[in-house]
Every structure is written in structure tokens, then in C-alpha cells.
């Protein structure tokens, strides 16, 4: 991230910067200040008016303008008291910071059991909920959240000082509020041409907020495994964060993006050195945050292509009964699965389980209750197992022993599934399409083997997705613009060039599939065509 921008890509902007006082909110005024923006920058105690006027004195040396009024956004009369002053003052604002937090402190504490919830949670939800606030709220704004890395994985069970649960609770429910918020505000809210796009920054622990030096205090052992986790061994900085925050304030982010700040990751734009076998359309990863040696998390934002069928009727490729397919496996099945370098076109193990579960949905109808039904499968109780590999040319027979699947060329079975479970639905009009349960595994699958590759800083092998000990559960659909968190837990002591782990799939902190006991193998990257020659040679 740049120290700063030589132009002044923020003129002529407003932003309402909460907690500006001190800390990251001090820094990220300056920062907002250098980029040309006007900050208004409350501050709830008037006992600190010397502090916050510090801050004003620092932005007008730099040739900035900022106003910090006394205000409490916890309390009502003073959000409503805030956003008219605002109003008269400035006529708009462009954007919104909320980077005020609390919990930690005791007196608070035990006068609210509240407070930390209220602080960090519903006052932000409160004060964008007000209807001043709609009317000042101008154009394409933007609505910034500064969370941490244990409040945004709160509910993933990442360890965390039990000092700071009060906080992380807190920041959680804040940020959960202002995600819906936002999405009802653009969805019935807004005016012809307007649009509230909502992101968050989240850091590290981070070095020189008070925080940090209270948690140092009280537990000096802990924070230092603490600052090992850090991207670099090292804690990121006050004015890392403000850099980071101020570059999102500029607008050029999607609809709940997440910045992560000094928190070791694979970017987007790294994803084809560490995982080079995929193309970006079958790639189901676009960003993988590290949280320690075994816990990993993913993230893809679901597209419109992962809900079609692979096996279209036009092609003929997929000729089903009831119980038994025979599919003619086609070049076109395989491509973008191996990018071309590798020479090699596999038909994926993922469409092999979609293959599968379109056969068993005839089979599992007709020995239900037929076209009544809209069969949906929702767990595989296990295992699945990938045997040799297929290739183009080859043709496949799918025979379906309800609830088990088994896939043979000629003789030999190259694949297997066990415990196909069903849901039944009764049947209606065609839904919307989710994405398919297969690419869910899929994007499990390629999750674990990139936090193996990162955790172990290797990127000459390749890992092979072999199978899953299961069970595989889909519990609500995917739609196209959702936001997939895909939690990998890596197991220890699977042995040399094997490794295996659990990976849940949430949608907004809601568990939407579980993928438990995925297998994969390792193999060189040059060593590949010679893995599928041996797993050919059974074939004969």
C-alpha cells in the first residue's frame, strides 16, 4: 500500500471518521487529509477536547480541514445532534469510518453488561439507520468497517486472548449489522443514481494502539505468539492501517470486500503461481488468509457459471436411465481443468460426483414417488474415492446401487461414491439455480490444497484432490454475487507427499456445506503426465 498518493484523489469529499481522536483514527485522518478530504472526526468525552484538537492541529499543518465535535454515538441525542450539524455545516458527506471500538474497559463493563455490544455493534447500525443520515449520504458512498482479525473470525474458534472476547463479540455483531444494513439500504433506501458500497479493514494486532500495550500488560507470553502469526513475524503499524483504510476510502473496491492489514495471505493476483494447474475459470479461490499453522480460510465470490449444468442435453455427451448413465467423455469436459502448459486434459473428479448425483436424482424419483418430487441432493455420507484418472475418449458407465454410485471404464471401477442422501421436495416451477454441489467440493478441495502449499512455502507440486472419507453435507443453496468463507482445518501426521482436512463453507457466518476428510496427494509439477500414465496402466 502506498505511504501516501501524490495527487488528491479525496478532494471536494467529506467522511465521517468515528474514534478520530487517538490511535488508527488519528492516523487515518491525516491520511484521509493528504488525499484532499474534509474529515469530521467526534469524539465522546469532552475531558480529551485537547487531544482531539492535537489532531486538528496536525491536519491543518498538512493544509487539510477537520472538525471534531463532542459526541457519544452511542446515545441517540447526540447521532441525531451530529448528523444535523453536519448537515448544515457540509450540505453532504461521501463516506462513513466507523473505526470507534470498546469492551476492554472494566467500570463500562459493569455498569452495561451491554456496553461492549452496544459500542462496537448497534451504535454504528443506530447511526446509519438515522434519516438525516439518508439525506446527506451522497451518490456512490461508501461505508467502511474496521474490524480485527479475532472479531472477523469469531465464529471460526481462531484462539484469541480471552481479554479481548468482549471486543471481538462486539466488532463481530457490528459488522454483521452493517453488511444487512447496507444491502436493505440498497436495495429499498436509496435514490435514482445512489449506491452505499460497504468494505471493511481488517488488521492484525496491531502495534501502538492502546489495545495492544493493555494485552502486552496483562499477558505478555500470549502476545507473543501472537506477533509470530503476523504476516512477516512482525506487527503491522498504526499508520499501516490508516494507509489501508484511506485507499478503501477512495471507492475503487466491490460491495463487502475485505483489506486485510499485516494478516499472512495469497492475493488474487498470486493465485496462478501457486496454483497453476487451474485457469481462472475453474479456479474457486481468490484470496486465502493464513490464521495459523492448521486453520486457513478461502474466499470466491459465487458467478453465474458455476450454476450451469457441465452436461448439456444438446451434446448428447450423457445418456441416463433410471439407474445407469454412459458418458462419452469429451475434450470439451476437461478443458480449463490443466491449464494448456501442462499438456494434459483429466476429466475432473468434481464433475464425476455431478454425474453421478443428475443419474441418482432419476434413480432416487422413480423409486419415490416419480414426477412428484423435486430431488435434491443434500449429503454424501462417504466415502468418495478417485481411483484412475479418465481421459477424453474414454467412456464412462455410471451405475447407481441406491444410495451408492460406482464409475467403471469396461471393467474397472475408476471412481466410487458411497451414501448418496436425498432430500425430498415437492416438485414447482423451476427454481434458481445454486451452485452445484459438485463445484462446492471442488472449491473445498482447491482451499486445502493452497493452505497446505502456503503453509509449507512450496510451489513446485501440485496437489491432487484423491477423494473425501465424508461426510459431504450441502445445507442451503449458493447463489451468483454470494461471498463463499471457506474455513480449511489441516490434520498433522498424514504422512510424506499425502495430507488431508475438514473445510466448512459459510455465507454471511452461516454454514452452507461441509466437506470433512478430503484426501489429496502431491506430485511434482513437471512429475504430472507420468502420475497419469501410472494410474493409466491398470487400464491397460
Known amino acids: 500500500m502506498p505511504e501516501s498518493l501524490t495527487g488528491k484523489p479525496l478532494t471536494g469529499q467529506v467522511f465521517l471518521l468515528t474514534g478520530a481522536s487517538r490511535g488508527i483514527g488519528a492516523a487515518t485522518a491525516l491520511e484521509l487529509a493528504r488525499r484532499g478530504a474534509v474529515v469530521i472526526g467526534p469524539h465522546r468525552d469532552p475531558g480529551k477536547d485537547s487531544r482531539a484538537a492535537e489532531v486538528v492541529r496536525q491536519v491543518e499543518e498538512i493544509g487539510g480541514r477537520m472538525v471534531a465535535p463532542v459526541a457519544d454515538v452511542t446515545r441517540p441525542e447526540h447521532r441525531a445532534s451530529l448528523l444535523a450539524q453536519i448537515k448544515q455545516d457540509f450540505g453532504k458527506i461521501d463516506g462513513i469510518i466507523f473505526n470507534h471500538a470498546g469492551g476492554m474497559e472494566k467500570d463500562l463493563l459493569e455498569a452495561s453488561p451491554n456496553y461492549h455490544l452496544e459500542v462496537n455493534g448497534y451504535s454504528k447500525l443506530y447511526l446509519f439507520q438515522e434519516a438525516e443520515l439518508a439525506r ?58 445512489e449506491h452505499v458500497t460497504f468494505g471493511s479493514v481488517c488488521g492484525h494486532a496491531i502495534e501502538g494502539t492502546t489495545t495492544i500495550k493493555l494485552l502486552r500488560r496483562m499477558n505478555p507470553e500470549a502476545m507473543q505468539a501472537v506477533e509470530q502469526t503476523a504476516e512477516g513475524g512482525k506487527l503491522p503499524t498504526i499508520a499501516d492501517m490508516a494507509n489501508a ?106 464433475k464425476m460426483i455431478a454425474a453421478c448425483e443428475e443419474v441418482a436424482e432419476n434413480n432416487f424419483a422413480n423409486i419415490t414417488h416419480g414426477e412428484v418430487i423435486d430431488p435434491r441432493l443434500a449429503r454424501i455420507e462417504g466415502p468418495i474415492a478417485f481411483k484412475i484418472p479418465v481421459l477424453p475418449g474414454d467412456r464412462l458407465s455410471i451405475e447407481i446401487d441406491h444410495p451408492d454410485a460406482s464409475l467403471k471404464i469396461g471393467n474397472t471401477e475408476v471412481a466410487s461414491i458411497k451414501g448418496l442422501q436425498f432430500e425430498e421436495r415437492a416438485w414447482a416451477a423451476p427454481r434458481r439455480r445454486g451452485m452445484g454441489f459438485d463445484r462446492l467440493i471442488e472449491a473445498a478441495a482447491q482451499t486445502l490444497g493452497l493452505a497446505y502449499l502456503f503453509r509449507e512455502g512450496v510451489k513446485d507440486v501440485l496437489p491432487l484432490f484423491s477423494g ?28 510424506k507427499n499425502r495430507f488431508r482436512g475438514d473445510v466448512n463453507i459459510r455465507v454471511d457466518d452461516q454454514v452452507v456445506a461441509k466437506v470433512l476428510g478430503i484426501d489429496c496427494r502431491l506430485s511434482p509439477i513437471r512429475g504430472i503426465g507420468r502420475v497419469i500414465s501410472l494410474g493409466r496402466m491398470i487400464l491397460g
Not at 486485510?260 to 484470496?287: A, H, K, W
Not at 459431504?472 to 463463499?484: F, K, S, T, W
Request: charged content about 25%.
Open 245 to 350: 483504510i484511506a485507499f478503501m476510502a477512495e471507492g475503487d473496491f466491490a460491495d463487502e470486500d475485505i483489506v486485510f492489514v499485516g494478516v499472512p495471505q495469497i492475493r488474487p493476483g498470486e493465485m496462478p503461481d501457486v496454483l497453476p494447474m487451474y485457469s481462472g475459470e475453474t479456479r474457486y479461490v481468490n484470496r486465502l488468509v493464513g490464521l495459523d499453522r492448521q486453520r486457513f480460510v478461502g474466499y470466491y465470490r459465487v458467478r453465474e457459471k458455476d450454476t450451469r449444468f457441465h452436461f448439456d442435453d444438446a451434446d448428447g455427451s450423457l445418456d441416463s436411465s433410471s439407474d445407469r448413465a454412459i458418458l462419452d467423455v469429451r475434450r470439451n469436459h476437461t478443458i480449463g481443468h490443466f491449464t494448456p502448459e501442462f499438456g494434459i486434459s483429466v476429466f475432473p473428479g468434481h
Open 468 to 495: 473425501v472419507r465424508g461426510p459431504v453435507e450441502y445445507l442451503r443453496d449458493v447463489y451468483p454475487g454470494e461471498q463463499l468463507e471457506m474455513e480449511a482445518v489441516l490434520a498433522e501426521g498424514e504422512g
Open 136 to 193: 446527506i449520504l451522497q451518490g456512490r458512498s461508501v461505508v467502511i468497517d474496521v474490524p480485527s482479525l479475532w472479531s472477523t473470525f469469531y465464529h471460526t474458534g481462531i484462539e484469541q486472548l480471552p481479554q479481548y472476547t468482549p471486543v471481538a463479540i462486539g466488532k463481530k455483531l457490528g459488522e454483521q449489522l452493517l453488511k444487512k444494513a447496507t444491502r436493505d439500504y440498497n436495495q429499498f433506501d436509496q435514490q435514482a443514481g
